[in-house]
């Protein structure tokens, strides 16, 4: 007999054009840590008198369909839950792919460069169309192949800008954004090219998704809970964001709570979300993260809390089907607790003055994702300042965000990763 375990079960995701409706196609397997999402009907004691001692049979009551989804924190999958906060971003490219094919050796004659699905030939002496002339040294080479893929009028060639060097040919996509990492390139073995390409495509294009606080409208998901062994299969339309919250803290793993109010519950035996699309997991780490006030680096700051809320009015009306009407978006908050190390005056200073200051939480890759939370007018309270023992004395800041004269809005959230849009 099979049990259903939580290593094996599945999310999956996607955005709702009509609310309520589960879309036929279109998911995305969500990477998650818990969840709690799920549809709960109590019991109503009978007050009935007049039947002794022992109570008549209770009644079902409403149906609620919510809960809470733990996630990861990761350059890609966290996309989706910054949308149902807050709203389709706004997508522009930001760093552009590049590559490189690098040369031990001179190629061999009739040995072929495929640039973009176009090959090119290098041959001892006349070049003509996609054939480079071998120079004579490898740098001379470089130069030669430089000029003719520059040169070429194919439009996958001239997509990108060449450059030659003593031993490499480097490859720049000409526009920015992750469009490029979709360039391939390829050196062949026999004939020798003794070339080694960076990668099969060019890589490290990126895009900046920017996340803006304040609409009045917010997209609804549907998500499909899975547990293949039993099995059982548990879609949730019309769910929406009602709050997404995380902590930041010197190490540990980074993770994310996303409060879902859904429409209602559809049971299955068999996925209703097909074949979902994967994502590429890149999780940010607690390390990776810094916080700025006004654009200056914050020390001292030993955990940090935040959470925006929509602050959902669910419509809760009567109905056949025990569902509710939607959850609409009322007066937005975002609050936090910051946890410093009392070593300087600036924070109560702020306190004390009740003026506002820019918070910025970030975490950054090496290889160039980011994920950034700026509160743009942020309020402190005046703290208690207590001496609790012989070790450090630290402040505990309750804080408050709210609308900003410029820019004219509460938060941004700007996520830098290689999905071409969310």
């Known amino acids: 007999m099979a049990r259903a375990q939580g290593a094996r079960a599945q999310m999956a995701l996607a955005f709702e054009t009509v609310y309520g409706t ?36 209770p009644l079902l009551d409403a149906i609620t369909t919510d809960g809470d989804v733990e996630v990861p924190i990761d350059a890609a999958g966290f996309g989706f839950w910054l949308k149902a906060a ?29 640039i973009n699905g176009t090959a090119f030939t290098f041959v001892a002496s006349g070049a003509t169309g996609n054939q480079v002339n071998i120079g004579a040294n490898l740098a001379a080479t470089m130069t030669a192949l430089a000029v003719a893929l520059n040169a070429s009028v ?36 026999s004939p020798a090219s003794n070339g080694t390409v960076s990668a099969a495509t060019l890589t490290g294009g990126l895009n900046s998704h920017t996340f803006m606080s304040g609409s009045w409208t917010l997209p609804s998901m549907s998500i499909e809970v899975g547990m293949p062994e039993v099995p059982r299969f548990a879609m949730y339309s019309g769910c929406v ?14 993770g994310a709570k996303a409060m879902l109010v859904a429409q209602g ?17 890149k999780r940010f780490g607690h390390f990776n993260g810094a916080i ?36 609409d978006p009322t007066i937005a908050a975002l609050t936090g607790k910051i946890e410093v190390r009392f070593a300087d005056t600036t924070l109560l200073t702020q306190a004390i003055n009740g003026t506002a200051a820019a918070l910025e939480f970030s975490y950054v890759l090496p290889s160039g994702e980011s994920l950034t939370l700026t509160a743009h007018a942020v309020y402190l309270p005046r703290p208690r300042i207590e001496i609790k023992g012989p070790k450090g004395v630290q402040a505990s800041f309750d804080w408050q965000a709210a609308l900003a004269v410029s ?9 830098v990763n290689s999905v071409v849009g969310y």
Request: charged share 10%.
């Open 241 to 254: 964001l009602d709050a997404l919250s995380w902590q930041m803290e010197r190490s540990g793993l980074l």
């Open 292 to 327: 700025k006030r006004d654009g200056v680096a914050l020390g001292n700051i030993v955990s940090a809390d935040l959470t925006y809320a929509n602050n959902l009015d669910r419509i809760e009306t009567i109905r056949s089907d025990a569902k509710i009407d939607g959850a």
């Open 22 to 57: 589960p879309p036929g196609s279109g998911y995305t397997q969500m990477p998650f840590i818990t969840s709690s999402l799920a549809a709960e009907q109590p019991l109503l004691a009978s007050e009935l008198l007049g039947y002794g001692r022992d109570p008549r049979a």
């Open 265 to 281: 519950e559809a049971i299955a035996g068999a996925t209703a979300a097909g074949t979902p699309a994967a994502i590429a997991l």
């Open 154 to 189: 194919v439009a996958g060639v001239a997509l990108a800008t060449y450059t030659g060097t003593a031993t490499a040919l480097t490859i720049v996509f000409d526009v920015l954004g992750s469009t490029g990492n979709t360039f391939t390139l390829a050196a062949s073995v």
């Open 86 to 114: 807050f709203g389709s971003p706004t997508t522009a490219g930001t760093v552009a792919a590049t590559g490189a094919i690098t040369f031990s050796a001179q190629p061999a004659v009739n040995s072929t460069l495929t």
């Open 407 to 415: 820019p004219a809005r509460m938060c941004t959230a700007v996520l």
